[in-house]
């Protein structure tokens, strides 16, 4: 028997280390002589007369230069499905929303990073019709190759499979035929992989026209499967054989779990997505839920217990059912897949917590690593990454002190029955423990080479993150230390760093909106008793 499975377009998810790349292609649109079902050979629009088109093979951080020629008699612009376009909007690729056609005879060049994205994604052209010919696949692997796949086992070959639709006319005119008329267009003729009409008409296909690969008994294979159809929801199966979902459009669904009402530790993970502007779903209003994550009572098959939130939920597999698949499967024998069970696994959650660890884990995913529009190797990489949460670390060691002003000797006693202990922690913590801390954070802002204003490299990190929460809980709790200190003027790169992160687009936004909660009974308390005004 076999399991039906509705596939869409998206893909998988990873992360690892190695160099960033350009990676160069050039597109050259124009007739290509084809001849399906039986048909005389007709002309399409294809690129550089293939069907479909070429497929471009990245690793996450790499850069796609694109370099289009337009030899069709049409107007062309190619869109890219998927990916996030960060800063590079205009190379998204709709025709007079975010760029003007290139004409026929004329030429433009795409360039877009793919930071924060590994899975399928595809290309096609975004003028009427012609995304029936003109459409390749975008194959985005993570930086340390499919040894950092997310998944096991390890796929042993990957395959990408292009469901297309083919008609026995000229695609452009069906597009302005419906147009005029009003009518809807008709189904195809036929439907391809790989751009193969195959054994249902082979009545009408030539022995070349099936889209074929050899697989291994007991072998796992990595399907990249993209509905590339125009309008018709596509299902695949293969007889005799399961699926297992291991990712969806070339992204990852995050949850954030934390308490309510205060901002505390969950506060450095909604920074790091609020700077990224990357989408995440904040579940600190649903404690009964939260609490049945935690503890040793609650340990998820295969993972570690968590001792106390945050936590951050990963969820793999999960996507746009519009868009592409990535499938694990694995050839085996007909009796062995007949008491397999049926269908298709779903996305799958996974749990992390402790938060210096969920930001390691987040940083190279959300682009905040520090090694972006650097020319590093793959062992610059590595320490850059391990620098970033350093830095991240020691931040965060600072906010447990802080902490601990309030609650120097039990955590869950009140703060009246430990408040001699308090003003005396509280006074080491300000005299030596936070100018400690800020020396260092003000020396490496001050000798990085980039002269970007953060703690490293060209571009914000969670460890500035980090820093900058721990700035703004710290004027919290210690008003009028903050104030002394920036009077002194001794920490202008360190105060500066505060402001230029309050200023980034995403972050900015955050802070004005109401999702941020206000400091209160969290790590970052104000007791007037503990923070005296300046002699």
């Known amino acids: 028997m076999a399991w039906p499975w509705l596939l869409p377009l998206g893909l998988f998810f990873a992360a690892s280390v190695a160099q960033a790349a350009v990676v160069e292609h050039t597109f050259n649109v124009g007739n290509l002589s084809i001849s399906q079902l039986c048909e005389q050979a007709m002309i399409i629009t294809a690129v550089n007369g293939r069907l479909p088109g070429p497929t471009i093979k990245v690793r996450e951080g790499d850069t796609v230069v694109v370099h289009l020629v337009n030899e069709s008699p049409y107007n062309m612009t ?33 360039r877009f990073n793919v930071t924060g994205q590994e899975g399928t994604l595809w290309w096609h052209a975004h003028i009427s019709f012609l995304r029936a010919t003109v459409y390749g696949a975008l194959v985005i692997r993570p930086r340390g190759g499919a040894a950092s796949y997310p998944f096991s086992p390890k796929p042993h070959r990957e395959e990408v499979l292009l469901l297309g639709e083919w008609w026995n006319a000229n ?28 054994d249902p008409y082979s009545n009408c296909s030539a022995a070349d026209q099936t889209y074929k690969f050899h697989v291994r008994r007991n072998e796992t294979y990595l399907l990249r499967i993209i ?31 934390y308490w309510p009402t205060i901002p505390g530790r969950g506060e450095f993970l909604r920074l790091a997505f609020e700077a990224a502007q990357a989408e995440y779903t904040d579940k600190s209003d649903d404690v009964k839920a939260l609490v049945g994550h935690l503890g040793p009572q609650n340990v998820e098959p295969g993972q570690p217990a968590h001792f106390a939130c945050p936590l951050l939920e990963v969820k793999l597999g999960a996507g746009d059912s519009s868009s592409s698949t990535t499938s694990s499967s694995k050839s085996r024998k007909t009796e062995e897949a007949q008491t397999a069970s049926s269908g298709s696994q779903q996305a799958k959650s996974y749990f992390i917590s402790q938060t210096p660890v969920i930001l390691a884990y987040l940083a190279p995913k959300l682009g905040l690593d520090g090694t972006q529009d650097e020319d590093l ?15 991240t670390a020691t931040g965060l060691d600072l906010t447990n002190e802080i902490h601990d ?13 430990q408040k001699d202990e308090a003003l005396r922690k509280a006074a080491d913590v300000r005299k030596t423990r936070i100018p400690k801390f800020y020396n260092i954070f003000e020396a490496t802002i001050a000798n990085n080479p980039a002269n970007s204003g953060f703690l490293i490299g060209t571009h914000v990190t969670t460890a500035d993150l980090v820093v900058f929460q721990l700035l703004e809980g710290i004027a919290f709790a210690f008003p009028n230390l903050t104030k002394a200190l920036e ?11 505060r402001q230029k992160v309050a200023d980034l687009p995403g972050i900015k936004a955050y802070l004005a909106s109401d999702r941020r909660k206000p400091f209160s009974n969290g790590v970052f308390r104000y007791y007037e008793e503990l923070d005296p005004p300046a002699p």
């Open 78 to 110: 190619i869109h890219w499905h998927g990916v996030f376009q960060r800063g590079s909007p205009w190379a998204d690729g709709p025709s007079m929303v975010t760029q003007c056609p290139v004409k026929p005879g004329c030429n433009y060049t795409y």
């Open 171 to 198: 695609v452009y005119d069906l597009e302005r035929t419906a147009f005029l008329s009003g009518n809807i267009t008709g189904p195809a003729n036929a439907y391809t992989i790989n751009g193969k009409p195959g």
């Open 227 to 257: 509905n590339a159809a125009l309008n018709t929801p596509m299902f695949l199966r293969v007889a005799n054989h399961s699926f297992s979902v291991v990712a969806a459009d070339a992204a990852t669904t995050y949850t954030l779990w």
């Open 377 to 391: 190797s793959k062992d610059e990489v590595e320490l850059r990454r391990a620098h970033v949460a350093q830095l």
């Open 405 to 417: 002003t309030h609650h120097p000797v039990a955590p869950g006693a009140y703060y009246e029955e």
């Open 487 to 497: 009077q002194a003027g001794e920490y202008k790169h360190l105060f500066a760093l």
